[in-house]
């Protein structure tokens, strides 16, 4: 069973900054799709943006390009999100997602594994 850890999680004032970190205690493949997504209280859950660990290959949700990177360590079994230029609307519980073994990647994915969720927080 892949069991995925958040961390980075916080409160900041709109205009900040965040880095966001998922551990994966084991990829089962080199052919994985990591995501990050998010839920606002009363609102459903959504994805913010998915890496492919076998190419590097991204992907976003329009309300945040520009201003957040998802990005891996694979030796670390790691995802980032780094996440700049807060609003208050990017508050809410951020999950990290996994899919292992799949030759594609995408924000649509069944995904099998998740995390706890870490809060994020941001203030006008």
């Known amino acids: 069973q892949v069991q995925l850890v958040e961390s980075g999680g916080g409160s900041v004032q709109a205009g900040g900054s965040l880095r966001l970190s998922c551990a994966a205690s084991e990829y089962t493949s080199s052919r994985n799709c990591l995501a990050w997504f998010r839920q606002a209280p009363g609102k459903e859950r959504e994805g913010v943006a998915a890496i492919y660990t076998g190419g590097d290959t991204t992907y976003y949700t329009d309300p945040v390009k520009g201003r957040f990177t998802i990005s891996q360590d694979n030796a670390k079994n790691t995802v980032y999100l780094q996440m700049n230029n807060l609003k208050p609307e990017d508050t809410g519980m951020y999950y990290c997602?996994?899919?292992?073994?799949?030759?594609?990647?995408?924000?649509?994915?069944?995904?099998?594994?998740w995390g706890q969720g870490t809060q994020v927080t941001v203030s006008s």
């Open positions: 997602a996994a899919r292992m073994d799949i030759w594609y990647c995408s924000l649509h994915l069944e995904f099998v594994y």
